[in-house]
Structure formats: C-alpha cells, structure tokens
C-alpha cells in the first residue's frame, strides 16, 4: 500500500488526498462557531497528524482574528497553503465550505416544511456543551504553549476579560493589537525592527478592491437581484471581523427589515439550522440568497445561493491569499517575533473564555455538564475521531429529546 507521506530528501511531502480528507473530518465535526472549530482543528492537524504547531496554530488564529471574514475559514485555508501552496489553499476551502453550503442551498428551498418539523429546536441541544468542551480542550492545550511568564499570563486574562465583558467586533482586534504591543514595549531586546526583504502578491488585493468596486458600481447600472445580491454579501464579506455570528444582525436588517426578502421566520429558521449543522457559520449565506432569490424560478434562486455563498467567503480568501505569504517572512522580524508572544497569549484568552459564554448560553444543567465532562475526557484521550464524538452527542440529544 502506498504511503500516506512520501520522503523526499529531507523533506516529508504529504499527500494533497490525505490531508483534503482530514480536512473534511475537520468540516464534518466542526460544531458550534470559531471557536470550537478551532478545537477541531487542534485535535485533527496538530495533535493526529501534526500539519503545524500549536504555536503556528496559535499565531494563524491571531492573524485571521485581525482580517475581515470568516476567522476559522481563514484559518484552515492558510494550514493548506502552508502544506500544499494557494492550490491546495483553494481545494481546502472547497471541501471545508461545500458540503454545508450545498445542503444551505437545498434546505432555502424547504424552509416551510422545517418549520413544521422544528428541527431546530431540542434534539440539538447537546451541539452547545459538546463545543465547549472542544473549546476548553483547545484552550488548555494552547493556554501550556503561551503562558510562558507573568506578562503572558497577564495578558491571557486579560484578553478572556476584556472580551467577555465587551462583546463588539471592534473589540477582538484591538485586544489583540493590545497584546502585541505590550510585549514589544517591555521586551528588552535591541534591534527589534530588523529589516527583511517582502514581495507582496499585489494581485489578490488589486482583485479583492476591484470586485468591491465593480459590484457596487453594477448595482448602481443595472436592477438585477442577483448581482444586488452578490454585492450585499461580498461586503458582509470585508466588514465584518469575528465570523458568522457576528455578520447576522446586518443580514437581518438588509434582507428582512430594508428589502423584506424573506420573513423573520423565515430568516430564523435558517440560522437555527446552521447552528446544527457542521462548517463554517458563513454557509448561512447560501440559504439566505437562496430565499432572496426565490419567485423567478429555481434556476434563479439556485444562481442566487451559489452567488451569496461565493460571495461572502471571497473577500476573507482573498485577503488571507495577500497576507499569508507574507506573514510568513514579517515572522523575521524580531518586533513581529516579539510581539506574537503577546497575540497569542491574548488569542488563548479569547478562545477560554468563548467556552463560558457558550456554557452559559447552553445552561449550567447536569446532563449538559455530563455531556461537557463525556466530550472532554474523550477528546482528550485521543482515541475517537471528532465526527463520531459529533455523531454520539447529537444522537444522544435525540434519544434523550426526540421529536
């Protein structure tokens, strides 16, 4: 049987199947936000099959916590540019985003009939503890690698928080910011702004301005709403800093409120859906165009998910395509170095206290704590793959709650 990793000399070369198939593991048990799908992400490609550090993990997150769009999208499309290059950076994003914004789609077409079956509602009940416990697992296993002195362990509270009381978007760059800055300010190292050469790859930022630039231009020419559509979500796409959950209040308002596409429930019965389904938060665009799309027939409302869908992950690919090449060469430089130390100690504290807030949401209940306490021991024993601890604690929560 071939083997999964080839030796070429020194280096391992992994195969490119391989690793999309642990990408799609990680698609398939990613439950319950950015946060928990770092979880995921920890327990899949650092800890099984070691694709990067927990420090590189770590500092990716930091990075994509910055950038406008989708954090963990971001962040799992910049471990397959790590492995395999912008390539398999693409192919990365098709399998970890695919599969659940095709099932978006499909479900845009069905929204009256889940109303009636209230899916949504306490068979899934188990997702919320079930995350946390991915999340605390995630954050105890990062929180080892960046508390490494009293300022680290500072800023780590800090950032778990100043966060938890300040829940804006604004707030999760700036207290990252933050941190860098004051490890830079009390380091004592000298000659912190070394020069290094960069070559940026100018041709995703020029791509990323254009579209914003066309779409709206096209919108202003022509009444179509398929093209009013995709330039709605495109700039969801570049405005919003935190993932998904943080894009719903402005579709709400756009889509409902201001252009009445679709009911409040309508609109809600979507967004509870995603809530149980895996991958990222973002897919709910797919069934939010599609029902944006609907009265001109199927193909239409069909162009519409695939044009929504597209639309609000591209800005976040793009720019994560302009900045990772050259994240990996700012790196060198002892200031950057420096105060990644600081990052990643407040992005620990980010991702801690994420756990709480979601516990909190689920209800400090016995058989949700029995269901963290289950989630955690078999993460953290390594033996059973994320998608089939998913798979136990989402049919439990249907035996326990059935229809």
């Known amino acids: 049987m071939e083997e999964d990793i080839k030796i070429i000399g020194n280096k391992e070369k992994i195969r490119w199947s391989t690793f999309l198939k642990d990408v799609l593991i990680c698609s398939l048990g990613a439950y319950g936000g950015p946060e928990a799908h770092y979880g995921v992400f920890t327990d899949q490609m650092v800890i099984k099959k070691k694709y990067l550090t927990e420090e590189e993990l770590i500092e990716l997150i930091a990075l994509t916590g910055i950038l406008p769009g989708p954090s963990s999208t971001q962040t799992i ?86 966060t938890y009381f300040l829940r804006m978007p604004w707030i999760y760059p700036l207290v990252l910011i933050i941190g860098g800055a004051v490890c830079i300010f009390t380091s004592k190292e000298k000659d912190l702004w070394n020069k290094v050469r960069i070559s940026p790859p100018w041709k995703y930022l020029i791509a990323f301005g254009t579209i914003a630039i066309l779409s709206i231009i096209l919108t202003l020419l022509w009444d179509n709403r398929i093209i009013h559509i995709f330039e709605s979500f495109y700039r969801y796409g570049y405005l919003v800093i935190g993932g998904g959950q943080v894009v719903v209040p402005m579709m709400y308002s756009e889509l409902v409120e201001v252009n009445q596409y679709m009911t409040n429930q309508e609109f809600l019965t979507g967004f509870g859906l995603v809530q149980g389904l895996p991958g990222p938060m973002f897919s709910f665009s797919a069934y939010a165009a599609g029902m944006a799309s609907r009265g001109s027939g199927v193909l239409v409302q069909i162009i519409g998910a695939i044009a929504g869908g597209t639309a609000i992950f591209l800005p976040g690919i793009l720019l994560i395509y302009f900045v990772y090449p050259l994240w990996e060469n700012l790196k060198k430089i002892k200031g950057i170095k420096t105060s990644l130390k600081g990052i990643t100690a407040v992005a620990g504290g980010l991702i801690s206290v994420s756990a709480l807030i979601l516990m909190q949401k689920s209800g400090f209940t016995w058989d949700n704590l029995i269901v963290f306490s289950l989630t955690a021991v078999m993460l953290l024993t390594r033996k059973i793959p994320a998608p089939v601890i998913v798979a136990i604690i989402i049919a439990a929560g249907f035996l326990i709650n059935p229809f």
Do not use: H, Q
């Open 77 to 162: 499309i910049s471990i397959g540019y790590k492995v395999g290059g912008p390539v398999l950076g693409f192919l990365t994003m098709l399998v970890w985003g695919l599969p659940v914004i095709i099932l978006m789609t499909i479900l845009s077409f069905l929204s009256a009939f889940l109303e009636k079956l209230n899916i949504s509602s306490e068979g899934l009940r188990y997702i919320g503890p079930m995350a946390v416990a991915f999340i605390l697992v995630a954050a105890y296993r990062i929180g080892k690698k960046v508390i490494k002195d009293k300022i680290t362990l500072i800023l780590f509270t800090f950032g778990g928080v100043a």
